[in-house]
């Protein structure tokens, strides 16, 4: 038996070496330096008898794979994964040491410990707490060690699903993002598990005018000039909203007036209903109903004194799974006539994805089942992933995955969201025990 106490201390460990590793990914091909990490998961986990693997897709970018062996190959099979890498970080704007991993008042400070060196180090210690005990299961159990999450997988999941497919496939997946919960107006506990998360359809937009000299811009076809515009109608635009039954499901779980609730279903009233929430909330509401566009980075102009005649926006699309329009469609309705005097290339691409879930779905019974051990009479919420996780590669083949950890009664999504990716990135420890023992008790639940 092991208990969120006894786990606690470990997951706490192996939290703060993985944040002092330092694997940032910026982006760019040679970033992200995952191996380091990867060779401290592969040696917490050596000496337990296990067949661990590491893959190099490019120089310092390694991921990891550990697997306990099924008894039966028709067994379901389940694999923990969690990311490596983490995203960069302004150290002006934090009170600690980002990278210090300190351990303040019952919290461990640094990049990455929300997303998700946490539920990353929480799943190995789990993991290794099965083998070393002799757990053998039914089906394989496997812990997925990923690096370049953070940059669309390309060096990391994407990759190992690419070239070695057979030593991740698993017939569950639990990973990001998910369990934080809070307290219903009824007193009962409700736990956000994220079953489906938006598309990407990143695009760049070159807009093209005619150069000339600065001094006399009346009447000047200036790219700069019209890309603006062309960001006045993105932010302005607004497309159908898509209100599904886990949009349903999530308005059931929040404390809400009814005139507000009932906004928030009807698809003719919820962008006004959403402009008078506060913008913590409006944003979430919004980016759970809508396909988003978000103009984000402007490349563009040669000197002061000359008018631009090329400038390049990249946007940040985000479509919902019951989006059946193209991301150039909805481009083409939001510029309207200025759509011809741009040039419309893809920077990143992958559809929405589902999963599965209810009583009926193994996964989804055993999650249940062990969010009621930390709370009593909790109820499961499916929720949307608006941004974007390595769970897709698998629900992109069949698989089940859903985005979850159990966190403690402070982190709530509020406070949850306003650590992700911003300063002063922390997480208690509590929320550290409780998710190592919810990803043991899943794994001794769902493969025995």
């Not at 390694?62 to 490596?84: F, K, N, Q």
């Amino acid at each position: 038996m092991a208990t969120a106490t006894e786990l606690e201390g470990p997951t706490t460990e192996l939290l703060q070496t993985l944040i002092r590793n330092e694997c940032v990914n910026d982006g760019s091909a040679d970033s992200g330096f995952e191996t380091r990490s990867s060779d401290v998961l592969k040696q917490y986990l050596e000496g337990t008898g296990l067949d661990i693997q590491t893959y190099t897709p490019r120089e310092g970018r390694d991921s990891m794979v550990a697997r306990i062996e099924g008894s039966d190959p028709d067994a379901p099979s389940l694999c923990l994964m969690g990311h490596t890498d983490v995203v960069p970080v302004n150290p002006a704007g934090w009170r600690n040491d980002p990278f210090g991993a300190d351990l303040i008042d019952g919290e461990v400070w640094g990049r990455g410990a929300i997303d998700m060196l946490n539920l990353t180090s929480s799943m190995a210690v789990a993991f290794r707490h099965l083998a070393t005990t002799g757990f053998r299961p039914k089906g394989d159990l496997i812990f997925f060690g990923v690096g370049d999450e953070e940059a669309g997988g390309v060096w990391g999941a994407e990759w190992m699903a690419e070239h070695h497919w057979d030593d991740i496939d698993a017939d569950y997946v639990l990973t990001e993002l998910g369990g934080w919960s809070h307290e219903a107006a009824d007193g009962t506990r409700q736990v956000t598990v994220n079953v489906n998360e938006k598309g990407m359809a990143w695009r760049r937009l070159r807009v093209r005018g005619t150069p000339g000299h600065g001094s006399m811009p009346f009447g000047a076809d200036n790219a700069l000039v019209k890309a603006a515009e062309i960001v006045r109608r993105l932010t302005e635009y607004r497309p159908i909203p898509d209100l599904d039954d886990i949009w349903r499901a999530q308005v059931d779980s929040m404390t809400l007036s009814d005139e507000v609730r009932e906004g928030l279903l009807d698809p003719a009233a919820i962008w006004d209903t959403i402009a008078t929430l506060p913008t913590p909330v409006a944003r979430t509401c919004h980016a759970h109903t809508h396909t988003t566009f978000s103009p984000n980075v402007v490349h563009g102009g040669q000197k002061t004194n000359i008018i631009p005649d090329v400038i390049d926006l990249e946007i940040d699309i985000r479509t919902v799974p019951g989006d059946r329009e193209s991301a150039e469609g909805h481009l083409r309705a939001a510029l309207g006539d200025l759509y011809d005097h741009v040039e419309v290339s893809d920077i990143q691409n992958s559809p929405a994805t589902t999963s599965p879930f209810g009583p009926d779905n193994a996964l989804w019974a055993s999650v249940e089942k062990h969010t009621q051990i930390a709370y009593p009479g909790a109820k499961l919420v499916p929720g949307l992933t608006v941004g974007g996780t390595d769970a897709r590669f698998y629900r992109d083949r069949g698989r089940t995955a859903y985005g979850t950890g159990l966190f403690s009664p402070s982190m709530d999504f509020a406070t949850f969201g306003s650590r992700f990716h911003g300063h002063n990135e922390r997480i208690d420890v509590e929320s550290l025990g409780l998710s190592a023992e919810y990803f043991w008790g899943i794994a001794r639940d769902l493969l025995t």
